[in-house]
């Protein structure tokens, strides 16, 4: 049981990390968009705003990819799930915090496919957070008019 919290340890940290990094990224990519176009907002209702939007959830969707893929490879690695299709698929179900079923996990790595449930949940979370702060961009921006 050691072996696999060390295990589930290191890919919480490798998954956060990586995640942090995923987001600073698309943050700064807005950054350098404000910086371009002069403007912070963005309108709701034109093209570049449905463009941002599209390719922040397509960046958010990549990132869960990529770390979901990251689980898998460990299953495969250490021998807990095979074929590579169902790894895939018990790392989406796990991460997503589906749960349909452990029954493709060896039995003595069950805890490490928990553990991903709740790291994909955070994750999620997190993304969630990022993309509504984001979308914020997407309001009009609100002048205090002193009278």
Sequence with gaps: MLA??????????????????????????MEWRERATGQ?????????????????????LVLHG???????FL????GAVEPMREAIYFSTIAYGAIGFSDAAMAPQWKLLGAIEGING??????????????????????HHHHD
């Design 66 to 72: 990529v770390e979901i893929w990251l689980y898998a």
């Design 4 to 29: 696999e919290l060390a295990i589930a340890t290191a890919m919480v940290l490798l998954t956060v990390i990586l995640h942090g990094a995923g987001l600073l990224g698309l943050g700064r990519l």
């Design 121 to 142: 949940a955070l994750l999620l979370g997190w993304s969630v957070a990022f993309f509504v702060t984001l979308m914020t961009r997407f309001l009009p921006s609100r």
């Design 40 to 60: 912070s907002r963005v309108s709701p209702v034109s093209m570049e705003g449905a463009i941002v939007a599209v390719l922040a959830a397509l960046g958010l």
């Design 75 to 78: 299953y495969r690695g250490i």
